[in-house]
């Protein structure tokens, strides 16, 4: 062993490149780390965990990119849909009549829309009449008096 064109001593190389490599990447991530702060969130459902977590985000890393946005908007949208569907849902269940008869047609569109999944695409302005027009209806403070008995949204109006 240890002649002069020996391959031990290529492998014993490789392997020392190898370690310096992998204690390289060890200290890299330890810096990294020692400047990460983590944060243990406790609270029931819906009571803004998450909001402090996307405005530590605000604050602390610049904001959101654009696509992060448009995916918050989708979101947005889709409860949005969901809370207007809640409302039709309970009026119908309530039997409750709206006073524009108009909205039984918009309650009809709403409870088959769906929001399209692009988070870029903006929601269907009929949709969005559809919605307004619904929450102005002088029957939602009827609906709303059942509330205990049917599930909306904490981030309903």
Same mark, same amino acid.
């Given at each position: 062993?240890?002649?002069?064109?020996? =391959?031990? %001593?290529?492998?014993?190389?490789?392997?020392?490149?190898?370690?310096? !490599?992998? %204690?390289?990447?060890?200290?890299? %991530?330890?810096?990294? +780390?020692?400047?990460?702060?983590?944060? +243990?969130?406790?609270?029931?459902?819906? =009571?803004?965990?998450?909001?402090?977590?996307?405005?530590?985000? !605000?604050?602390?890393?610049?904001?959101?990119?654009?696509?992060? +946005?448009?995916? @918050?908007?989708?979101?947005?949208?889709?409860?949005?849909?969901?809370?207007?569907?809640? +409302?039709?849902?309970?009026?119908?269940?309530?039997?409750?009549?709206?006073?524009?008869?108009?909205?039984?047609? @918009?309650?009809?569109?709403?409870?088959?829309?769906?929001? %399209?999944?692009? *988070?870029?695409? *903006?929601?269907? *302005?009929?949709?969005?009449?559809?919605?307004?027009?619904?929450?102005?209806?002088?029957?939602?403070?009827?609906?709303?008096?059942?509330? =205990?008995?049917?599930?909306?949204?904490? =981030?309903?109006?």
């Amino acid at each position: 062993m240890g002649a002069c064109m020996s =391959s031990a %001593d290529s492998g014993e190389e490789d392997q020392k490149k190898r370690s310096r !490599i992998i %204690d390289a990447k060890l200290e890299e %991530d330890s810096r990294r +780390l020692k400047k990460e702060c983590k944060i +243990l969130l406790l609270g029931s459902g819906e =009571s803004g965990k998450s909001t402090i977590v996307k405005q530590m985000k !605000i604050i602390h890393q610049n904001g959101y990119t654009v696509d992060e +946005l448009a995916l @918050y908007r989708l979101t947005v949208y889709k409860n949005l849909i969901d809370c207007a569907k809640a +409302l039709i849902g309970a009026m119908r269940q309530f039997e409750i009549e709206p006073g524009n008869p108009e909205n039984n047609q @918009y309650g009809d569109y709403l409870l088959e829309y769906q929001v %399209d999944p692009d *988070p870029h695409m *903006p929601l269907d *302005p009929r949709a969005g009449a559809a919605v307004v027009s619904i929450w102005k209806d002088a029957s939602i403070a009827a609906v709303m008096d059942h509330q =205990s008995e049917f599930y909306l949204m904490d =981030s309903a109006p």
